[in-house]
């Protein structure tokens, strides 16, 4: 009897250990990718000028912005991630017939091994405010975009879509970066402190890791097997996820910003979803992390998921902090090209990064 109650003490032990060592773990973790944030929020403010007060007498800092009557000064605590939609799909490639692919963006070779950038989202969150806000971007954005020969070397700078500057590189952590840069230097050289490339497959892994998200279109659409009607709710799981994220009518005219709208509606959802779900379970982040770490490239460490996941439920997202790029979409020679504009760019800078101090 001795003998059994001192060994059931030992196994005790044991697992009592072992979770210590885990919860250690975890904890540690969390504090390195916190430094590591806060570390990567130090950093310049966008490249933006406007005209200083005339005179000396008024206390000014070479940061701040006036506009409109309006004083601001940027928000160095806020955190950005660049989120990447790539046009690479893997098993779900295969899956679609080489007559629809034109539907989806995928070029039937590619001019550039990389991938193009098929949905570009950027991810703020304000730690002040505890709140969250995204910007989409039309993959079709004119803007300046680096080109580089086979070998990396870099060759000019042309205005070109968005989308391709992803292509130019390896399709991993180079692409990436260069699409980041890209980003950046459209609006004003922004500091984006870290960024996520998913192959188009992770759509159907993420959303049903949240058990589905919910949807009511806006407009009818049919794409292969599959009708969203208008006005009616649905929950979308595995590819008809990926279907209403995806799929567009290419021979209608702008029918990429037609996407982006149903894309900006699920995203919406989206966050909703996972700051209830989160809720439930603090640490559902880092498991669909993990469910898509083989779909994906990004320079997001595990400890720093490991700090924020436990911190998503207590940040807000409301819809209308959901903003779409201002612009117009037009035919060029060849493709459809969306020109921001430069005033509504501007001016939404100012009020997602910017605080205004006067």
Known sequence: MRRSTRI???????????????????????????????????????????????GTEEVWESDWIRYKGGVYDYNEEIITFLFMGIDKMGDLEEQIPQEMRGAFDLPEEDATDGGQADALFLLVINPVDKSTSIIGINRNTMTDIDVYDERGGYLTTVLAQIAVQHGFGDGREQSCEYQRKAVSNLFHQLPIHGYAALNMSAIATINDALGGVEVTPAQTFTFGPYTFEAGVPTVLTGEKAFIYLKGRDTSQFASTDRRLDRQKQYLSNFMKTLVNKTRENPMLAVQVFQEVQSQMVTDVTMDEISYMAPLISDYSFDPDSFYLLPGETRMGEEYLEF??????????????FYNRIK
Not at 21 to 47: F, H, W
């Open 8 to 54: 059931l003490l030992i196994v005790w032990a044991v697992i009592a250990t072992l979770v210590a060592v885990v919860l250690i773990t975890v904890e540690v973790m969390r504090y390195m990718g916190r430094d590591r944030l806060r570390k990567n929020t130090v950093s310049q403010a966008p490249i933006v000028t406007t005209e200083e007060p005339a």
């Open 339 to 352: 020109y921001p504009d430069e005033v509504g760019l501007f001016e939404l800078m100012l009020k997602v």
